[in-house]
């Protein structure tokens, strides 16, 4: 069982920023990979970051350089800073998790609206 709350999404003007944050609860669940995805209307989900237990991390490459990805082992929570936000940034933001047992594990997604 893997339960995800996310919280941090909100409205921000273009080169604004916003922190995401992802708390996993977990039972007979062990974590390996933490990430954030996004969708925006009418285009697929995409990845956005993601980070292993052990650190190792992968980023799209319209956010190298302006999203970091970090998390918090001892509390299964991942966050995302996000800086220098364009209107493209615009989408819903999910949460995955992976890990053992397989499976995939999203939250429910919090939306970050960037202005123009």
């Known amino acids: 069982q893997v339960q995800l709350v996310e919280s941090g999404g909100g409205l921000v003007q273009a080169g604004g920023s916003l922190r995401l944050s992802c708390a996993a609860s977990?039972?007979?669940?062990?974590?390996?990979?933490m990430g954030w995805y996004r969708q925006a209307p009418g285009k697929q989900r995409e990845l956005v970051a993601t980070?292993?237990?052990?650190?190792?991390?992968n980023y799209a490459d319209s956010v190298k350089g302006r999203f970091t990805i970090s998390r918090d082992n001892a509390k299964n929570t991942v966050y995302l800073q996000m800086n220098s936000l364009k209107p493209e940034d615009t989408a819903v933001y999910y949460c995955?998790?992976?890990?053992?047992?397989?499976?995939?594990?999203w939250g429910q997604g919090t939306q970050v609206t960037v202005s123009s």
């Open positions: 995955r998790v992976m890990g053992s047992p397989p499976g995939n594990h």
């Open positions: 977990t039972s007979r669940f062990s974590i390996n990979v």
């Open positions: 980070m292993t237990s052990d650190g190792s991390t």
